[in-house]
C-alpha cells in the first residue's frame, strides 16, 4: 500500500513538531514529524533547512488541520486544576467549534 503524505506544518523546534504530532495522534490519525534529526543538529541552520514538519496521510489533512487549528485557538488547553494522572482521550470536533 502506498500513502501519500502531507505537510501539514513547520515548525523551527523540533519539540513544538512532537507536540503537535501528539495531538493529531491524541485524534487517532496516523501523524509523523520527520527532518527533526536535521534541524536538531543544525539549529542555528533550522530556517534554512525549512525546519521539522509535522505530516499526516493525504486522507487526513482536513480533520488534521482542523485540529491545528482548535490547539492554536487554544480548544485543547487544559485548566490549571486538570487532573492529568491518566490518559486522555479528546472527542472531535473540539469544544468551542461548531
Request: aromatic share 6%.
Amino acid at each position: 500500500m502506498n500513502t501519500s503524505f502531507c505537510l501539514v506544518r513547520r515548525c523551527l523546534v523540533p519539540a513544538d513538531a512532537f507536540i503537535l504530532c501528539g495531538c493529531l495522534r491524541a485524534a487517532g490519525l496516523h501523524a509523523t514529524v520527520m527532518d527533526d534529526q536535521h534541524v536538531q543538529a543544525a539549529l542555528l541552520l533550522a530556517p534554512a533547512i525549512g525546519g521539522a514538519r509535522v505530516m499526516v496521510p493525504e486522507s487526513e489533512l482536513e480533520p488534521a488541520l482542523e485540529i491545528l487549528a482548535a490547539f492554536e485557538r487554544g480548544d485543547l488547553a487544559l485548566d490549571d486544576d486538570e487532573d492529568v494522572g491518566g490518559a486522555r482521550v479528546y472527542d472531535f470536533p473540539p469544544k468551542g467549534s461548531k
